[in-house]
C-alpha cells in the first residue's frame, strides 16, 4: 500500500532539491551518525533515506547493497507524513506491508523505525531509519536517541547547504571583483587615449607659434 502524499508536496520537494544532497558521494559525517542510530538501536540496518518524487534514496547505509528503492514501496514515504517517530513493530501483521516487496522477499523487513528528517521551515525531506528482520520494539532511551541523532542529521545538511552557498557567493564576489578590475583598465586606456589625442593638437598650436615669431 502506498504511502499518503503530503499536503505540501510541491513545496517540499522545491526544498529538497535545493539541498542539492541527491546522488551525492558518501560523506564521513553522516555514516557516522547512521552508525550511531545501527548501534543504539541494536539494529543491523540503519539509513538516511531522502525521499524524491518516485524514489527513495540512501545518503547513508549500513546492512544493505543498494543505493535506492521505488517510493511506492518506501516505509519511509510513510514517515514523513508523520510529526513524530514512524514504528512498524511487524511489518507482516501490518495490512500496509505485509506484501510489500522489501517484507515478502530481501531483506526481509520485519520491524521499522524511521525519524523524520524535518527542516528549520517544517518539511520533511526523508528518514533516520533503523530496520530489524525481526519483530521487536524500541525501548524509551533508543526512540528518543534516534531523534537527536535526526535532528543532527539536519543540521549537518543545513550546514552543508550554507557551506556550498557560501561558497557560491564568494565565487561571485570574485567574478564581479574581476569584472571591476576589468572595466578599471579599459577605463584607464581609454582616458590615456584621449589624453593622447588632446596632446596632438597642443603641439601643433605651439609649433605654428613658434614659426610665426621667427
Known amino acids: 500500500m502506498s504511502a499518503p502524499i503530503p499536503q505540501n508536496e510541491k ?18 559525517v553522516f555514516d557516522d551518525l547512521t552508525e550511531l542510530a545501527a548501534r543504539i538501536c541494536e539494529a543491523p540496518i540503519a539509513l538516511i533515506s531522502l525521499v524524491d518524487e518516485k524514489r527513495q534514496w540512501f545518503k547513508s547505509k549500513i546492512g544493505i547493497t543498494v543505493s535506492e528503492t521505488s517510493r511506492d514501496r518506501s516505509f519511509c514515504a510513510h514517515a514523513i507524513t508523520q510529526p513524530d517517530l514512524f514504528i512498524v513493530t511487524d511489518a507482516t501483521q501490518d495490512e500496509r506491508f505485509a506484501r ?42 533508543q526512540k528518543q536517541a534516534l531523534r537527536i541523532l535526526a ?14 552557498v557560501l561558497g ?42 613658434k614659426a610665426k615669431r621667427k
Not at 515478502?104 to 520533511?124: M, N, Q
Open 100 to 141: 510489500n516487496p522489501m517484507v515478502v522477499s530481501e531483506p526481509k523487513i520485519r520491524f521499522y523505525a524511521g525519524a523524520p528528517l524535518i527542516t528549520p521551515d517544517g518539511h520533511a525531506l526523508g528518514t533516520l531509519c533503523v530496520i530489524d528482520k525481526v519483530p521487536r520494539e524500541l525501548r524509551l532511551e
Open 11 to 28: 513545496k517540499r520537494l522545491k526544498v529538497l532539491w535545493q539541498y542539492e544532497v541527491l546522488d551525492t558521494v558518501p560523506e564521513e
Open 168 to 209: 557560491d557567493v564568494r565565487q561571485e564576489n570574485a567574478r564581479a571583483k574581476d569584472d571591476l578590475e576589468k572595466a578599471c583598465a579599459q577605463l584607464a586606456a581609454a582616458r590615456r587615449e584621449l589624453a593622447q589625442r588632446d596632446a596632438k593638437p597642443a603641439a601643433a598650436r605651439r609649433s605654428e607659434a
Open 151 to 164: 535532528r543532527h542529521v539536519v543540521s549537518q545538511l543545513e550546514l552543508r547547504r550554507r557551506t556550498k
